[in-house]
Nanobody
Framework: QVHMVESGGGSVQAGGSLRLSCAVSGNTYRYACMGWFRRAPGREREGVAAIDSDGRTSYADSVKGRFTISKDNAKNTVSLQMDSLKPEDTAMYYC??????????????????WGQGTQVTVSS
């Protein structure tokens, strides 16, 4: 069983920044992929960014150049730095872990452990 706890959400004006962190039980270097997803009201959960065991990153087109995912294997954390935030970034953000190799980074069904979520609200 893998447990995750997200933190760092909040409210910010458009153009501002937030940094989300996810504390993960176990050793993060062991996991095949760790990702951040978000779900806005009335919309499906979507992949935002992911980082694999080798440190390779993937991003949704909507956040490329604005968001940065990173992980600290010594602290067992994965973070999402969000800059130049837009109102359309408003959503509940979730940390997720995929323990098995293979799969698609942006598909929620390919992840087997999830955090409880942290709310991000961007006002115009």
């Amino acid at each position: 069983q893998v447990h995750m706890v997200e933190s760092g959400g909040g409210s910010v004006q458009a153009g501002g920044s937030l940094r989300l962190s996810c504390a993960v039980s176990g050793n993060t270097y062991r996991y095949a992929c760790m990702g951040w997803f978000r779900r806005a009201p009335g919309r499906e959960r979507e992949g935002v960014a992911a980082i694999d065991s080798d440190g390779r990153t993937s991003y949704a087109d909507s956040v490329k150049g604005r968001f940065t995912i990173s992980k600290d294997n010594a602290k067992n954390t994965v973070s999402l730095q969000m800059d130049s935030l837009k109102p359309e970034d408003t959503a509940m953000y979730y940390c997720a872990v995929r323990t098995a190799y293979g799969g698609t980074w942006s598909l929620p069904r390919d992840y087997n452990y999830w955090g409880q979520g942290t709310q991000v609200t961007v006002s115009s």
